[in-house]
């Protein structure tokens, strides 16, 4: 039989396999139930094929309820600023199971303009830069279940087209 990890770590596109992973870990804590599954979804295929990764992982995940759950990582989701309060939306109610954005109010969390030298991309982002334009989006999630977000912040460091998302969670 296959674990998650297993089923879920390629997405063939073009022929071209691409390599996506789902880690799981369980705790029990005073009794209680803790779960933290970090993602790396695939962008190719759309918002669509994102959220089937989505139900996917949350149809495993129900099998073995918890008390408290954080699920997060990169779900690449290239959303438009407008409509990012409609996706985030769409997001937790396929998660299901009171699940919550902690950056419910987070607008970015990846600066495409940023990325490798050896990107084919990287001359013209490059150009772009120097326009000071930004090719922002909300890629990055942290989403919790019975647990109080005492602190939050975005760092806004170079280095990486994501940017570090930190958070103090409580039970």
């Given at each position: 039989m296959l674990t998650l990890i297993q089923k879920f770590r390629t997405v063939n596109v073009k022929n071209r396999i691409i390599k996506r992973g789902a880690l799981t870990a369980h705790f029990v804590y005073n009794g209680k139930k803790f779960r933290i599954t970090n993602v790396h979804l695939a962008w190719e295929g759309g918002f669509k094929?994102?959220?089937?990764?989505?139900?996917?992982?949350?149809?495993?995940?129900?099998?073995?309820?918890?008390?408290?759950?954080?699920?997060?990582?990169?779900?690449?989701?290239?959303?438009?600023?407008?409509?990012?309060?409609?996706?985030?939306?769409?997001?937790?109610?396929?998660?299901?199971?009171?699940?919550?954005?902690?950056?419910?109010?987070?607008?970015?969390?990846?600066?495409?303009?940023?990325?490798?030298?050896?990107?084919?991309?990287a001359p013209f982002l490059r150009l772009l830069r120097k326009f000071k334009i930004n090719l922002r989006f909300r890629f990055d999630y942290i989403f919790a279940k019975n647990l109080k977000t005492t602190y939050k912040e975005m760092l806004d460091l170079p280095g990486s087209d994501h940017r570090p998302l930190v958070c103090n969670l409580e039970f």
């Open positions: 094929h994102t959220l089937n990764q989505l139900s996917y992982i949350q149809k495993e995940l129900s099998t073995n309820p918890v008390d408290y759950e954080i699920i997060l990582g990169d779900f690449n989701t290239y959303t438009p600023f407008r409509s990012l309060s409609k996706r985030r939306k769409i997001i937790e109610n396929v998660l299901g199971n009171g699940l919550k954005d902690v950056f419910f109010d987070l607008p970015w969390s990846c600066d495409i303009s940023y990325v490798s030298n050896h990107d084919k991309l």
